[in-house]
């Protein structure tokens, strides 16, 4: 329902962008798509031991839009963009004791820590829906071919998220140097003797107006009377912490993406 609404308050808006505007040179309608780059960097609690250390993954970033050729040498272009985002961190790193367990740890082992440290590889998966508004920079080379720069501000629509955590001979510890290690019985009876854990993390992340950001990028396209071809470097940053619980310190989106893509101009 929410990206029903969304969709339909996006082309609203092409709508009276493309009534308002009078004298453009051309509206294109074009598709984009190719690999993105995505990681996981610290938010605005700063750099700890939670949320750092975090490396890229790679998933598909598609997208449609529509360009608004105010003169030869300027556009706006707004588009809705599935995106691929998330990271993962392999090997040691602290794990939170499930909640229902924290207070039976801390007496068991005589400790007020509510986590431990292990080897495990770790991932956050996300499929996010991004609505970017681009303005664009046209700076012609040849009569056909034109190299450009974008950018813009977006906000990002969770549609799913996942974290997976995962080892398959699951040691605990009580310190990051793996001295203190946990007697296995005791950690048998809170996490068992491996991990392959999915949990659903929609839940726990800002979707909406809540999530937000900068996106921009460069690129070449060539021109062929009302077709046009392109190819683009393009990054999102986001402005805004990923969680709605701040526990351990926050995480933001951060992502780069190598897209091609084809236009086609309905105006003339």
Not at 60 to 88: C, H, L, M, R, W
Not at 123 to 136: E, G, V
Not at 174 to 196: H, M, N, R, T, W
Request: proline content about 4%; aromatic content about 14%.
């Amino acid at each position: 329902m929410k990206n029903n609404l969304l969709t339909l308050s996006l082309l609203c808006f092409i709508s009276l962008f493309s009534m308002t505007v009078y004298g453009q040179d051309a509206i294109y309608m074009g598709f984009k798509g190719g690999p993105n780059l995505a990681s996981l960097v610290p938010g605005s609690s700063g750099k700890n031991q939670w949320n750092s250390d975090f490396s890229t993954i790679v998933g598909p970033k598609i997208g449609v839009f529509i360009e608004f050729e105010i003169t030869d040498n300027f556009s706006i272009q707004p588009e809705i963009v599935y995106s691929a985002e998330g990271s993962k961190r392999n090997g040691v790193q602290p794990l939170a004791i499930p909640g229902k367990y924290v207070r039976d740890f801390q007496e068991t082992l005589h400790t007020d820590q509510d986590y431990v440290y292990s080897d495990v590889n770790n991932s956050y998966r996300f499929k996010y829906i991004n609505i970017p508004i681009l303005a664009k920079l046209n700076l012609p080379l040849t009569p056909k071919f034109k190299f450009f720069v974008q950018g813009g501000p977006y906000v990002g629509f969770l549609n799913r998220g996942k974290q997976k955590i995962k080892s398959e001979h699951f040691k605990a510890f009580l310190d990051k140097a793996q001295q203190e290690q946990i007697p296995p019985d005791i950690v048998e009876q809170y996490f068992g003797s491996s991990l392959d854990i999915e949990v659903e993390a929609k839940k726990k992340v800002r979707s909406g107006i809540k999530n937000f950001g900068l996106t921009g990028g460069i690129g070449f396209s060539y021109d062929l009377g009302l077709h046009k071809f392109f190819i683009e470097v393009n990054g999102n940053y986001g402005l805004s912490d990923i969680k709605n619980i701040n526990q351990h310190g926050n995480q933001r989106l951060a992502s780069m993406a190598v897209m091609i893509g084809y236009a086609y101009d309905v105006w003339d």
